[in-house]
C-alpha cells in the first residue's frame, strides 16, 4: 500500500496514532486537517497529505476550525529535522536569527534550510512563521487576552504584522474567531495527546519523586501542579486531565504569560505527550514481561522533566538512597537555596535554585543538608557544569555522546547518565541497566537476580524504545506503582 493510500485509509477510520503525523489538504475547499477530524470524509481524489502544518499552508491550504490542527500532538520522530523543529517550536526563532540557531544545533545556516526542507518541503522561516500563526489562533480562541497580547505572546514582532499575515494566510481577521474566556488573570489551555495515557500512574510516579516546595500531586482532584522560573517570567501552573477530548488542561499563572511557548514545550515533555503508545506498543508487547505490563497499564508514558538541571540534582542526591530518602534531602535543597515564591497552594512555596547559586554554594552547605561529602561535590560540581552550558547538547546528539559526556562528570555514574538522558534529555532508547528494580523485575521467581550485562544484553530487543521498557519494568514490581525498589 503506498503512502497516499495508508493515510487516506487512517483519515477514513479517524485513526488517533497518525494524529500529527499527517495534515490532509482538502482540495475541494482549501482547507486542512487533522486525521481524527469528524467532518465527513472527503473523496481519496481530493486529499493531498502533508508532513506537518507548515507543508499544508505553503501550499495554500487554511486550518480547519473544527478539529484545530494547532491542537495536534507533534510527530515524534528521532531525527536532527525534527529535533530542529522542537526548538523552533518552543519559540527559537522569535528573538534569535536562522544563523544563530544553526549554530546552537551544530550546523551552517545553509544546512539547517536544507534539513528542514527536505523534512518538511518549507524553510525555517515559514516553519517558524505557522507555527507563530497557529499558536496565535490558539490563543484566540482558548483566553481572552488582548490582540496585542496575543501577537507578542506568539513570538510576533508587532500587532500590525501579526493581522496582516493573520489574515492574508488565513482569509479572516483574528477577531472573527474570538472565544469568550472566564479569567482574566489565569490562561487555560489543552493540549493534545495520542491516546491511550496511564494518568493516575503518572502522577503517582510524579508524586513520589516530587520536591517539597516546587511541586505538589492533589490526588483529590487528580492534578499536578509546580512553581515556574524562566528567565525574569514567575509563576505557577497546574495540570489536569480531560480524558474525553483526549486532552490535558494547563492552567497558567499570569506573570507566565510572556513565555507561554517555551512553557509549553516544558509540558509536554515533561508529560511525554508526543508519544505514540499505539506505536511503542506494537514493538513492546513481542516480549513476553511487557506485554502483561502493556496489557495492566496501556498507555504508560516516560515521565519527563520540567527543567533538566532540576531533574539531574534530584536524580544524584538519589543516588544509593530510597525514593523517599532522596526526596527529603532534596526539600532541605530547595528550602535552603531555593527562591521563595507566593502561590494559591500551601504546597507551592518556592523556585529551584538555578544553576549560579548552587555553583556559588560551598562544599560544606551542601553536605550539611544531609549527604556524604563525595555526593556533595558531585552536587557542587554538576551545577558547575550545566552553569557553563554543559547539559544544552547540539540537537540529535548521540545517546553514547551524551552518556560519555555525563559519565566524565565526578561522581556521575551509568545509572545516573542513563536516567538523566531517559528523562531530563528525552532520550526514548536510554536505559539503566544497572537498576536493582530493573534487574528483579525480569528474574524468574526463585532464580538469582539477573546480572547488569544480561539485562543490557536483553534490552537490545527492546530498541529504540527502551526508556518505555524500564518504565513497564518498574511498574510491574507491585501493584502498588511506587514501590520502594522502584529507583529514583
Not at 526563532?93 to 551552517?108: D, M
Not at 493516575?200 to 499536578?224: C, H, N, P, W
Amino acid at each position: 500500500m503506498n503512502q497516499h493510500a495508508e493515510y487516506y485509509r487512517a483519515m477514513t477510520a479517524k485513526d488517533a496514532r497518525f494524529d500529527g503525523v499527517f495534515f490532509a489538504g482538502i482540495k475541494t475547499t482549501g482547507i486542512y486537517c487533522r486525521p481524527i477530524c469528524r467532518v465527513k470524509t472527503p473523496r481519496e481524489t481530493s486529499c493531498v497529505f502533508f508532513s506537518s502544518q507548515a507543508a499544508a499552508e505553503a501550499a495554500g491550504f487554511r486550518p480547519c476550525l473544527r478539529c484545530r490542527p494547532e491542537l495536534a500532538p507533534y510527530a515524534l520522530q528521532q531525527n536532527l529535522a525534527h529535533a530542529i523543529w522542537r526548538k523552533i517550536a518552543a519559540g527559537a526563532l522569535n528573538e534569535r536569527s536562522v544563523e544563530q540557531l544553526a549554530t546552537e544545533v551544530g550546523l551552517s545556516s545553509r544546512q539547517l534550510r536544507r534539513v528542514l526542507l527536505q523534512e518538511f518541503g518549507v524553510s525555517p522561516i515559514e516553519l517558524a512563521q505557522t507555527h507563530r500563526l497557529l499558536f496565535a489562533k490558539k490563543l484566540i480562541q482558548e483566553t481572552n487576552l488582548s490582540m496585542t497580547d496575543v501577537a507578542f505572546a506568539a513570538g510576533f514582532g508587532s500587532v500590525r504584522r501579526f493581522n496582516a499575515l493573520f489574515e492574508s494566510r488565513y482569509q479572516m481577521t483574528p477577531a472573527s474567531i474570538r472565544r469568550s474566556a472566564l479569567n482574566t488573570q489565569e490562561l487555560t489551555l489543552r493540549l493534545a495527546y495520542r491516546p491511550p495515557l496511564a494518568w493516575k500512574e503518572l502522577l503517582q510516579y510524579l508524586s513520589g519523586r516530587a520536591m517539597a516546595g516546587i511541586e505538589y500531586v492533589d490526588f483529590e482532584t487528580a492534578s499536578y501542579l509546580r512553581t515556574v522560573q524562566l528567565g525574569d517570567a514567575s509563576g505557577w501552573i497546574k495540570v489536569s486531565h480531560l480524558p474525553e477530548s483526549q486532552q490535558l488542561s494547563l492552567s497558567i499563572s499570569a506573570g507566565l504569560h510572556r513565555v507561554l511557548l517555551p512553557l509549553l514545550e516544558r509540558v509536554r515533555n515533561q508529560f511525554d505527550l508526543e508519544a505514540n503508545p499505539a506505536m511503542i506498543a506494537e514493538h513492546l508487547g513481542q516480549d513476553r514481561i511487557l506485554a502483561r505490563q502493556l496489557h495492566a497499564t496501556p498507555g504508560l508514558r516516560v515521565p519527563g522533566a520540567f527543567d533538566g538541571f532540576e531533574l539531574a540534582i534530584r536524580a544524584i542526591l538519589g543516588q544509593q538512597v530510597s525514593v523517599a530518602g532522596a526526596t527529603t534531602v532534596a526539600g532541605r535543597l530547595v528550602k535552603q537555596f531555593g527562591e521563595p515564591v507566593v502561590t494559591p497552594w500551601p504546597q507551592l512555596t518556592h523556585h529551584f535554585p538555578t544553576p549560579a547559586v548552587l555553583a556559588s554554594a560551598s562544599l560544606d552547605q551542601i553536605a550539611a543538608l544531609g549527604m556524604p561529602g563525595k555526593r556533595a561535590a558531585t552536587v557542587l560540581n554538576f551545577a558547575h557544569f550545566v552553569e557553563s552550558g554543559g547539559l544544552s547538547f547540539p540537537a540529535h546528539t548521540p545517546l553514547d555522546e551524551v552518556i560519555r559526556t555525563l559519565k566524565n562528570l565526578p561522581g556521575i555514574g551509568e545509572w545516573t547518565a542513563q536516567y538523566i538522558a531517559m528523562r531530563a534529555l528525552r532520550y526514548p532508547n536510554a536505559f539503566p541497566a544497572g537498576d536493582l528494580g530493573l534487574q528483579k523485575a525480569v528474574t524468574p521467581v526463585g532464580e538469582t537476580r539477573t546480572s547488569e550485562k544480561s539485562l543490557f544484553m536483553q534490552s537490545q530487543a527492546w530498541a529504540p524504545w527502551r526508556s518505555y521498557a524500564a518504565l513497564l519494568l518498574w511498574q510491574s514490581l507491585s501493584t502498588e506503582p511506587m514501590s520502594s525498589t522502584v529507583k529514583k
